[in-house]
């Protein structure tokens, strides 16, 4: 059985954490590289139907897509690295799978039959890995598969994958990421763990092709060898995968590893052009070489996890990039935030950037370091809830309104300058029932935000149940904070700026998610110049 669609299968084995986001990304970079289309599907384990009502700490930030899928963050790699949009097609959870077949179990599709895991869980996984294959645009479907080898959940994902490579078996072929720990008592290189790894694999029937080896050290010849003979793969399938300073620099180092030229060879592809990456490296010996810096405080509450705010740091590096800047990031803890701490903690930045979030905990210390932007003229870029904390700020210290907060937070207030949306009021379910995914907004003609996008047409993502109230905005344009973005049909405010201050704009939307290393976001690079030109 033939198939147009060629299929990548990415495991992990020892450790969860080695990176197969990256690696997945980077093959993707450079078999895009050479010609071909390729996308990338994340396969998640847990029983969510998607990430969207996980704590960040859990599981990092929640990344949205155009058509408004609460994803997994790799999907955001995905997007950085390849500039081509995911959707709700490139992240399926073990949840969805279930819910789908209980779903046709009780509209009686299978009328009779006992439903389980082998063959209704295997089949639902396998179509869900082919819906991007079948869609006709892509030569290559590359799928990472979350979570390591062994773990009971990941179980029918493995098995899923092991009856695709008997069906389609010159389509499909598997590249197992796998780790070479270095024992400093021994001064050596290890290589037990990737054999106990690939011999988990072979125990669920599902030999692989390309193992990937994360190493601090270099994998010699001897390892190399020893791995190929312990593990059933061809020597040149044995690929170092070093630490690297950047995760920009792994698509070059996977190059120099030749890991595309291995995964055409095995899938019968011809290897067409070498991949060029000319743009991919002037990005990255720009990102090397700065000519100048900037400290940048992001304040947010889960500033212990990085994770959780992924595409906001990423952003600051593709916007550093292009002022030719390195942005030194000060993660800023809000809930440590007070009047008090203020001025110590935030004196030395050149911009400040408010974090997005929910619920009531830190909201004080952002509100605190909005003001300190707003009155010492300091860059401020507010993001979904760091917007809302910007207008609260300013109805409570310049419009008088002492009271003025978030319904989110106080459903009684006297001054609700943030409520919740329309739409949203008879919603009592959490899952998928915000305002998500990509919705227009119209620029006003020379603001700072149309300024930086040069356009006053936009489209950008969302995810949010609270809006600005406006029926206080006549009150905030007359004392100087201006709604600059709307959404055309529905009027809610997307965008405030204030007229007397360099730099200072707060976004309902999170531009962040829209940032790669091919197309920089223009508000983040709008910024991150008001940022270098504050510099004292």
Not at 261 to 285: C, H, I, Q, R, Y
Not at 287 to 295: A, G, I, S
Request: aromatic letters at 8%; proline letters at 4%; charged letters at 25%.
């Amino acid at each position: 059985m033939s198939n147009s669609t060629k299929y990548v299968f990415v495991t992990g084995g020892v450790t969860s954490s080695l990176g197969k986001g990256i690696i997945s990304a980077s093959l993707a970079k450079l078999l895009q590289a050479r010609g071909y289309s390729a996308t990338i599907q994340k396969l998640d384990p847990y029983i969510n139907i998607d990430p969207g009502t996980l704590n960040p700490y859990e599981h990092g930030e929640c990344f949205v897509t155009d058509d408004g899928a609460e994803t997994d963050l790799d999907l955001g790699h995905y997007e950085r690295f390849l500039n081509v949009p995911t959707s709700q097609a490139n992240n399926v959870t073990t949840g969805r799978i279930y819910q789908s077949v209980i779903e046709k179990e009780r509209r009686g599709e299978f009328l009779g039959k006992t439903v389980q895991v082998i063959p209704h869980i295997t089949d639902e996984i396998k179509d869900r890995i082919q819906i991007l294959g079948k869609s006709g645009e892509y030569d290559i479907v590359i799928t990472e598969i979350g979570g390591t080898v062994g773990d009971i959940e990941s179980l029918p994902y493995v098995e899923a994958v092991r009856q695709m490579m008997w069906e389609f078996e010159n389509d499909c072929i598997v590249v197992h990421l796998t780790l070479v720990p270095y024992l400093a008592a021994a001064g050596e290189l290890k290589t037990k763990p990737t054999q106990h790894s690939v011999k988990q694999l072979l125990e669920l029937g599902v030999q692989p092709d390309i193992l990937c080896c994360r190493t601090e050290h270099e994998l010699d010849l001897t390892l190399r060898k020893k791995i190929a003979k312990f593990c059933n793969v061809s020597m040149n399938a044995v690929i170092e995968s070093r630490d690297a300073e950047s995760i920009y620099d792994v698509p070059l180092l996977m190059q120099a590893e030749e890991l595309d030229k291995v995964v055409l060879e095995k899938l019968g592809l011809s290897a067409k052009s070498t991949p060029k990456l000319d743009n991919w490296k002037e990005f990255l010996s720009r990102l090397k070489k700065p000519t100048t810096e900037v400290n940048i405080g992001l304040v947010g509450k889960y500033v212990e996890l990085k994770d959780s705010y992924k595409s906001i740091s990423e952003a600051f590096i593709h916007a550093g990039v292009s002022n030719e800047a390195r942005v030194n990031v000060k993660w800023i803890h809000s809930e440590k935030l007070s009047k008090s701490n203020l001025e110590s903690e935030l004196k030395d930045l050149d911009g400040i950037l408010v974090a997005p979030g929910f619920g009531s905990r830190g909201i004080s210390g952002k509100i605190e370091a909005v003001r300190f932007a707003r009155e010492n003229k300091i860059p401020f870029l507010g993001i979904c809830l760091g917007m809302q904390c910007a207008v609260i700020e300013f109805a409570r210290h310049v419009l008088g309104y002492d009271d003025a907060h978030t319904t989110e937070i106080d459903e009684d207030c006297k001054h609700p300058v943030i409520s919740m949306m329309e739409e949203q009021k008879n919603i009592s379910e959490k899952g998928g029932t915000m305002r998500l995914g990509a919705y227009a907004c119209q620029l006003k003609p020379e603001s700072k935000v149309s300024l930086a996008y040069n356009t006053d047409k936009i489209s950008e993502r969302h995810r949010h149940r609270f809006e600005f109230n406006n029926k206080y905005m006549e009150e905030f344009e007359k004392a100087g904070m201006i709604p600059t973005g709307k959404n055309p049909e529905t009027g809610l405010v997307e965008v405030v700026e204030i007229e007397n201050h360099p730099w200072f704009v707060g976004a309902q939307f999170h531009p962040e998610y829209k940032s790669t290393v091919a197309k920089p976001h223009p508000l983040f690079v709008a910024f991150i110049d008001a940022a270098i030109k504050n510099k004292k």
